[in-house]
């Protein structure tokens, strides 16, 4: 079997694609590889086993590159254009989109799709003060099409309310570890204040899923997934644990519009809920947007802290500013929560 060592380095060089390329950009991900060649991105899955995945056998990297092409073409039907193969001749050749033909064997499936404009990407746009009202409400009118038609989950409202209850007990787990030297003061406060709310007032998730706002959305909706086409499209979502997609349709605007805050650009989260609120009726309350957004900070908050475990020690300062980042952002949550 060909080592991901040989895959990258074929990868990594512009003359072994099935079409004239002048160079590769290649970006390492904490799962995969990823190769920008021209108008295409191939998206390469790491031979690992996490917690939540394992991606360990070839059978398995291709059900999951399967399961991204479908899942998000719901979002970006134009971006995702097919899984193709790396398959080794019986020269012991390597060949992208090569042939699967007797004396061939595949050693390796991708993910193929179509390159989209760094400029135009929400964090990019951002970043460069480009994003305007007319941008976030067709992106936003975009998302609420897609709750409207998504799957809507059968779950009972005690076993929704369980399931933030857990993921409020996993994060502080986690982030409480004596490695990360994170304040234990601000996360207990932060924990309890999550735990009071779902106790004080179930009525409200109650209620959200008695409307039939619990579906199977996107699970990892940030900036750097929207991009700002005339006709936008939102990629890169959580192919791997359908659990992680199973979201209050406020909670992932909830989570987009937090990291627009973190990135200091408040104003989209208000456009967002406000033309999701025009299109749908549905009109969430503000005290609950706020307990997502805590929700959400915290999450990335955790993803951020555990980053110091894969990545070497001099890096480790910039992931435990970004953990702190975010739990000062959970904090002015909290406190509109009015249970601070």
Known sequence: MTDIDTKVAHLSRSDNYPFPAAKVEVVETHMSWVFLVGDFVYKMKKPIALPFVDFRTLSARKYFCEQSLGLNRRLAASVYLDVVPLVMDSSGQLLLEGDAQAGTETVEWLEKMRRLPDALMLDNAIARGTVTENDVRRFTKRLAEFYRSAKLLVLSPESYRQKLSDEVTSNFTVLSEPDLNLPKPLLQ???????????????????????????????DLRPEHVCLLAEPVIIDCLEFNRALRIRDAADELAFLAMECELLGAGFIGELVFDTYGRETGDRPEEVLIAFYKLLRAIVRARLAALHIRDHPVEVHPHWLRRARAYLALAENYQQALHLG
């Open 189 to 219: 406060n932060l924990e309890n204040a999550q735990f009071d709310f779902l106790g004080k007032h179930p009525a409200l998730f109650d209620e959200r899923v008695a409307k039939g706002y619990i579906v199977e959305g996107h699970g």
